[in-house]
């Protein structure tokens, strides 16, 4: 139980700083909320506009991007240090692992997530993304005859 006093301590002494500059920052400099100070500051451009109450899916499609990198290069870093003793198996699963992560990359850039400027534009004039394309003039109507009449 030795052993953990060090820790423990170090435990005790980082909590006690906190609480002593929080306190501290109450007393010194006590808060005076005004309108203009609790506005989220965006690089000195004053919002005309509530926030959209959700993002975009475009905003997650990058995340997820960001997210999938990150856990490749968190795998990666292992892998380097004993590539020589893992031999072939390594080198098998590490192709598998980089097959995975590089399929959820096209996944992610065939939904448009990186369709920026140019790109996205051209992206919408798609035939299959066309705004003349309707329920009314892609689906054939089966079984409709004589409906209008009845009604």
Excluded at 9 to 17: E, G, H, I, K, T
Excluded at 22 to 36: E, V
Excluded at 54 to 63: G, I, S
Aim: with cysteine; glycine share 6%; proline share 8%.
């Amino acid at each position: 139980m030795g052993q953990y006093l060090p820790i423990f301590a170090l435990l005790v002494l980082a909590s006690l700083f906190a609480a002593v500059s929080f306190a501290a920052s109450r007393l010194l400099n006590p808060p005076h909320p005004t309108p203009a100070k609790t506005v989220p500051y965006e690089c000195g451009i004053i919002d005309a506009k509530e926030p959209p109450e959700r993002f975009p899916v475009k905003f997650f499609l990058v995340a997820m991007i960001f997210i999938v990198f990150d856990i490749e290069i968190i795998f990666l870093y292992p892998f380097a240090v004993v590539y020589r003793s893992l031999g072939l198996f390594g080198l098998v699963a590490l192709a598998i692992f980089a097959a995975l992560v590089f399929e959820s990359f096209v996944y992610l850039i065939s939904n448009g997530a990186l369709d920026w400027g140019p790109a996205k534009h051209l992206r919408r004039r798609s035939p299959m993304v066309d705004s003349l394309r309707t329920a009314d003039t892609t689906v054939k109507r089966v079984g409709t005859d004589g409906r209008e009449a009845a009604a």
